[in-house]
């Protein structure tokens, strides 16, 4: 059943209660009998099975290589091979 959390309005008291979802809320403060309004609480959950970052990504697996490291690689040459043939003209003007 979930716990739920009331604020009293008249003396700022906080209740936790565990109540089903089909139960009505309480209205009265235990200990002034003021009003009461339902506080929004943050809750917990996990996400169990395949599929999810915590499951299958944030283990730290590592990636395969990147190609554009290969594309880099053979640009660098095409360009040292380029500057090579441009020199070997000039000399020969």
Do not use: R
């Amino acid at each position: 059943m979930p716990i739920y959390e009331y604020q009293c309005i008249k003396c700022g008291n906080v209740d936790e209660v565990i109540q089903k979802i089909t139960d009505e809320p309480k209205v009265h403060c235990s200990k002034c009998a003021g009003d009461l309004h339902k506080l929004i609480s943050q809750s917990t959950f996990h996400l169990k099975g395949s599929g999810w970052y915590v499951t299958d990504y944030a283990k730290g697996k590592q990636a395969a290589p990147c190609s554009s490291n290969k594309i880099s690689d053979s640009s660098k040459e095409q360009k040292s091979k380029t500057e090579k043939v441009q020199k070997k003209k000039s000399k020969e003007d």
